[in-house]
Every structure is written in C-alpha cells, then in structure tokens.
C-alpha cells in the first residue's frame, strides 16, 4: 500500500493547543487529582526498579513551538525502560526505511505481553512488532555501526538529540539488569535461529540493556515525544533529528502497539500514541501539537504507571489532544450553504472541543 501512495503528496492537518496559561493550570490539576493515588505497585523483578520511592510522581507538557507546562518531580531521573524501543525504532526506520522496517519486525499488536515467546512462535520466528522485546531486540540489531560499541553510541546519540541533552547510562540499573534479563538473552538466540538477527547475540542484549538503562526525567520524555510530534524537529533546539516520515511511522506503530496488550483499551479512552516504561515513565504524543512525559513507579499489572495512565487521559481530554474526537463545526438549523464556512473559534465550539468532564482512563 505505502508503495501506491508514493506518488501522492502528504497533507497534514493538525491543531492548536489552549493558551500557555490555561495548559498550566490544567498541568497542575492533573497532578493534584491524581498525586493521592497510591494503586499498583513498584516492578520488583529487577532489583534496582524495586528500590524506586513509590510516591515520586511528574507531569510535564512539551508544546511544538518549544513552550514547556510541568510541576511535581519534574527533576528525578529514572532509566528509560521501554520507552527507549520506540524512539530506537525511529532511528533504525530513519536508517533503512519504511519497508523494511515493516518487513524485517513487523507493525501488528500481538496481544500478548511484552516479553512473550509464544507470540514469536506462532509467527515463525517474525518478531511481530518493535515494542515487544522480541522486535525491540530485532530493531536494534538494525542500527547502523560496524561493533556494538559503535551501535550503542548510535543509540545514546539518537536518543539524546531526541531529548534535547547529553543522556547518561545508569550503571547500576544496567549491572541490575544484565543479571536478571534471562529471557532476553533467550529471545535474541532464537531470532538468531530464524534468521532475524544478523549480529550476535549476546552483544545484541548488551546493547539493547543499555539501552533501556539511559536515565531520563520526565521533562525528557515530554521534549522527545514533542519532536515526533512536530515532524521530527527537536521544538527546544531546533535540531531535525528524524525525517517526518519517520516520526509518521513512529507514532503509528505506537498507535496500536505502545501500551502492550492494553494499546486497544488505551487509544478507545485516551486516544493518543504512547509508549510506557517499567521504571515508570510514559510518553504520549499529540501530532501537531506536543507531547505528554509522566513519571511515576507505581504499575498496573501490564507494566504502565497507574498514575501516569490517569494524568495522561485528563490531559488528553481536557487539551482536546485525542486524535478521534471531534465536535460539529455548527449546531443544526446554524450550518453554513454549500461553499461557505461559519467562522472558527466561537467560545461555544472551544468549550465542546476541549471539554472538562470526568476523565475515562485505560
């Protein structure tokens, strides 16, 4: 299908976000709604995730044009996890390529949890998608650089021109890590046995556990989804760090894929790609708009932040950022003849565009 489209130029229509003022003050109620749940609990199958302080919780907003809405434990830096897959996935499809990317890892929802092996299985060795660990380890195989130490420069590069700033490996959680990621060792062997992988194994694991081992803060995370969000320009530096192409990509994979077996769930009540990390961050992007970063360790059963999920769904209906919601552009009885357009941006139509009622979240 991308083939037949080539030849067709891309539009693109996006919106506008409230006032600065207004986003502040919806920033803040999000964090104060939600600071007093204590649902979930800390991941403990890693044992430095296990010593996270459970009551750490960050909100931040990063706009398009550079502007940043945040407060809580903004500054607290935590590793990366799983969030990393999706913007490693960015650079290896800026790489290589929308087809191959589609081709070699896959786009589809396994519906089954992230560090399955049955999924990959029952796919003949396919990896499925690239934000379970099977296809995160095929992705990053797929990142240019002649030695692993060169790949994983690659990555700790990308990744920080995504966010703006140098990203460091956190080494403890990286030593923490590498004791205890049995399975991953074994999924790396068996795409090697399908021919999915093309490097070695063992170094494959090695660079993808540092991976998810970068430390990050929640302001972090809202300025590298931002940059998806404004075409895979960095709105704080400027920088191009993706093609728009890759960011269109990118959110789309996390459209159906970012929040695991919950992602169908997530895009009905929330209705924004995002992606969530077990150390208790998640990243939420509005194309066109900006981007959402949260952090908090407490976990539902999938492995997303329990608070996190809650901030992210108020402040996507309260921003008016779901990409499915939509208001008529006049009452009946009001609508303009064929031809003309009634004017935008009456109070009325703002106020049922944006809406304040009762959060629904995943």
């Known amino acids: 299908m991308h083939r037949e489209l080539r030849d067709v ?14 986003i502040d003050r919806i920033v803040e109620a999000a964090h104060s709604r939600y600071l007093p749940l204590e649902d979930g609990a800390v991941a403990d199958y890693i044992p430095v995730l296990a010593a996270a302080d459970p009551d750490l919780f960050a909100v931040a907003v990063t706009e398009t044009d550079g502007d940043v809405h945040e407060v809580g434990d903004v500054g607290d830096r935590f590793t990366i996890q799983s969030i990393s897959k999706a913007f490693v ?12 990317l589609r081709e070699r890892v896959g786009v589809d929802n396994t519906g089954l949890p992230f560090n399955s092996v049955i999924a990959m299985e029952l796919g003949d060795g396919h990896p499925r998608n690239p934000m379970v660990n099977a296809g995160a380890l095929a992705t990053t195989a797929l990142v240019p650089g002649a030695t692993p130490a060169e790949q994983w420069e690659r990555v700790r590069t990308g990744l920080s021109r995504f966010a703006g700033r140098s990203l460091e490996l956190d080494g403890e959680a990286y030593h923490s890590e590498m ?6 060792r074994a999924l790396a062997q068996l795409l090697e046995s399908y021919g999915r992988v093309e490097v070695d194994p063992v170094s494959l694991v090695d660079v993808y556990t540092r991976q998810c081992s970068l430390r990050v803060t929640a302001h972090d995370l809202a300025v590298m989804g931002a940059t998806l969000a404004d075409g895979g320009v960095n709105p704080v530096t400027g920088e191009r760090v993706v093609s728009g192409q890759t960011a269109r990509d990118t959110l789309a994979v996390l459209a159906s894929t970012g929040m695991y077996e919950r992602s169908g769930t997530w895009m009905f009540e929330v209705g924004l790609p995002a992606k969530s990390g077990v150390a208790g961050g998640i990243v939420a992007i509005a194309p066109g708009k900006g981007a959402i970063g949260t952090f908090s360790p407490r976990l539902d059963s999938a492995g997303n932040s329990v608070r ?12 008016g950022l779901n990409l499915f919601a939509s208001a008529a552009h006049a009452e009946p009885g009001q609508r303009s003849g064929p031809g003309e357009r009634s004017a935008p941006g009456d109070e009325q139509s703002m106020a049922r565009k944006t809406g304040s009622g009762e959060d629904r979240t995943a």
């Open 9 to 22: 130029p891309q539009a693109v229509s996006t919106g506008a976000l409230p006032p600065p003022a207004r």
């Open 89 to 100: 996935f960015a650079l290896a499809c800026e790489a290589h390529g929308h087809m191959v």
């Open 179 to 184: 004791l205890t990621n049995h399975r991953n």
């Open 308 to 319: 996190g999920q809650r901030a992210t769904a108020y402040l996507s209906r309260a921003l």
